[in-house]
Structures are given as structure tokens and as C-alpha cells.
């Protein structure tokens, strides 16, 4: 297995550079990106006037939050010595998404402040807001965790999808699929959505595991097949894979998979991003942004996919150093690789309760 810090920190620092390039574009038609920013579109990270680095989204934030909420789980079990059930990981992601709201300045009707500590909420850069989506923001807000059974809503937004990446890092087949789905139905009710989220962990767990990434993604088409609800994800991901042997890759063919604001979309346009340059990372990047959708959704996901596949040799260190919060992304990857340690230091920063 690829269990080191240059194939988890390629996941996270590979999703924070997607999101990043995709950001500035994210609203934009095909025809204005090119315009504004040339033939090519994006090429290169855009670094506001005043600041020293590109910016994430709320999808990094997120996804910095869902690797919190597992290392807190394992802290958890280990602490209180029991097993780490699939029930106690969830609502310990649950728990971590709200520490999410918090940054955003929302809190639950019945918030405690005990609840917001350990080392990531301490991180001001994570307290920007970024135009955070309204179904998490709206979801989350109640206190209440959705789930299989008592679903929120039926969104089919990504925003439930793009955060899972973390959980393919360390979990087994079993539980990065049932993680990655019950992770996404705590703030979206869609089988699009959560049976997305379930498919995308997997692909990062088959990565992690050494499979070739057509290879992974085939084997997370094939598990996710006969699931109930699943039919719209498996044809938007068959689609996907047919496309990508129809010639050149452009943002035309990106654009007949939709426009990755539905979650079967975006993975579906990541997909195919990614197998169209399966060993360049700034190609895929750049196809997976340049289009008239989510760009920073899909760069996300395809930052996550290839970040892992590549290792984080393959990000040039330009990117690695022109995007926000790269330590402490660094950080968190380091810890995800040792996942538990008996330490003073490691119970501060993720706490047992």
C-alpha cells in the first residue's frame, strides 16, 4: 500500500490546488474564461490583489475537517477503548463538520462552546468565508445528522461528495464505501449524492492500495453497480470512461457529462478529466477547471484522484507553494499517515469526548 505522506499529502495538497485554480471560474461560461484569460483558460493559480496565496473553497475546508474527524475517531476508540464503529466514526465526522459551521460564524440551536476545540478550529485562515453551499450551511444548521434512513433533504449537490477523499486514504473497501456514503447523507438525502461520495473513496482507497487509476476507478464503478439508486451515477461514470476514447480531450466533451454542480456530474467530469491525462497533473487539472460549470468542485476532485494516484512529486512546487494553508495541510496528511499516536500533544489537538 501507499500508506506514506507523499501519497496522502498528493490527496490533500492535490484537492486544495484543484479548488484553488478552479475558484476564480467557477461561475464563468467557457466563452468568458477564454476571453479573460486566454486560448488556454486557466493555466496557473490566480492570486487575489493583496494576498500572498491562492484560495480554497469551502470544499477544502471541508475536506480538512473530514480528516480531522477521523484522526478524533481513532483517538476516540483507542482512548476509551473500544472499537471504532462505523455509527461512532459518523457522528465524530458529524461532530467535525459542525466545528465547519462554527468557522463560518453559525453555530446549531443547542451549540456548546466545549465542543469547538482541538488544533484545525484554532486555524484563522479556516475561518474565511467562501461562499460555503447553502445545503450544508442550511443542513448542518438544524443539529440534526442526516442520515440513510432519516434524510435531510434530496439535494443532489456535490458539496456532500467533494469532502470524502480523506476517508479513501485510511479506511479498508468496506468502510471507505460506507464512510464515504454515510459521510455525505449527513447534509444530502440524494443516492446520487451519498453513492457518489461512496464511489470517490473508494477510487482514493484502490489508489492508496496500488491499483492503476483506470483500474480503481472500474473496480469502484463495479462495486457501487447494484446498489439501490445507483443508476445515475453508474451512467454518468460509463459515460464518462466512453468519452474519454472519443479523441482529444476538450471542455466540449467535459460539458456532456454536465456542469459538476450535481454530484454524479462532478465525478463523473473528474473521471474523465483524470483518464484523459493519467500522468500529468497540470493537464488534468487545467481540463478539469476550464469549462462552464463547478470548476473548483471538479479541480477538487481531480486534485484528490491523480494527488494520490502521483504522489505529491507530480504537483509542481510552485502550485504546492502558491496555495493557502499548505502546512497545515501537510500537517494533517503527516497524521493521517501515523493516524494514532500515545501523546499529550496528539490529545490536544484531537480530543476524546
Not at 230 to 245: D, F
Not at 265 to 292: C, I, Q, T
Request: proline share 3%; hydrophobic share 40%; charged share 25%.
Amino acid at each position: 500500500m501507499k500508506r506514506s505522506i507523499a501519497n496522502f499529502y498528493g490527496c490533500l495538497m492535490g484537492s486544495a490546488i484543484g479548488d484553488a485554480l478552479g475558484a476564480p471560474i467557477e461561475f464563468m461560461q467557457y466563452s468568458d474564461i477564454v476571453k479573460v484569460y486566454g486560448a488556454s483558460g486557466v493555466k496557473e493559480l490566480d492570486i487575489p490583489c493583496g494576498q500572498r496565496y491562492a484560495l480554497i473553497t469551502d470544499d477544502t475546508q471541508l475536506t480538512l475537517f473530514t480528516a480531522e474527524g477521523l484522526l478524533r475517531s481513532v483517538t476516540r476508540a483507542k482512548r476509551k477503548d473500544h472499537e471504532r464503529t462505523l455509527e461512532g466514526t459518523t457522528i465524530t465526522l458529524f461532530r467535525a463538520y459542525l466545528r465547519w459551521l462554527h468557522t463560518q460564524g453559525l453555530n446549531t440551536p443547542h451549540w456548546n462552546k466545549k465542543d469547538y476545540d482541538g488544533w484545525l478550529i484554532k486555524v484563522g485562515r479556516l475561518h474565511a468565508y467562501r461562499e460555503p453551499g447553502v445545503t450544508c450551511l442550511t443542513a448542518l444548521g438544524k443539529g440534526i445528522m442526516g442520515t440513510l434512513e432519516k434524510p435531510l433533504n434530496d439535494s443532489k449537490g456535490c458539496g456532500g461528495m467533494v469532502r470524502v477523499a480523506p476517508i479513501g486514504l485510511v479506511e479498508d473497501e468496506e468502510r471507505a464505501f460506507l464512510l464515504g456514503v454515510r459521510s455525505a447523507a449527513i447534509t444530502h438525502g440524494s443516492p446520487s449524492v451519498y453513492l457518489s461520495a461512496g464511489a470517490l473513496a473508494l477510487m482514493i482507497h484502490y489508489l492508496v492500495g496500488d491499483d492503476e487509476l483506470e483500474v480503481a476507478i472500474q473496480k469502484a464503478l463495479t462495486y457501487i453497480k447494484e446498489k439501490p439508486g445507483s443508476e445515475e451515477v453508474v451512467a454518468a461514470l460509463e459515460m464518462a470512461i466512453a468519452l474519454v476514447k472519443e479523441g482529444e480531450p476538450n471542455h466540449e466533451q467535459m460539458e456532456r457529462l454536465g456542469k459538476g454542480f450535481m454530484a454524479h456530474e462532478a465525478l463523473a467530469m473528474s473521471v474523465y478529466a483524470a483518464l484523459a491525462h493519467p500522468k500529468d497533473f497540470e493537464a488534468a487539472l487545467r481540463l478539469a477547471v476550464n469549462h462552464s460549470g463547478d470548476s473548483d468542485s471538479v479541480g477538487a476532485i481531480v486534485g484528490s484522484l491523480l494527488g494520490t494516484y502521483l504522489g505529491i512529486e507530480a504537483i509542481p512546487t510552485r502550485w504546492i507553494e502558491g496555495v493557502e494553508l499548505s502546512r497545515e495541510i501537510e500537517h494533517l496528511a503527516e497524521d493521517l499517515v501515523t493516524f494514532y499516536e500515545e501523546s499529550d500533544e496528539w490529545l490536544k489537538k484531537y480530543p476524546a469526548w
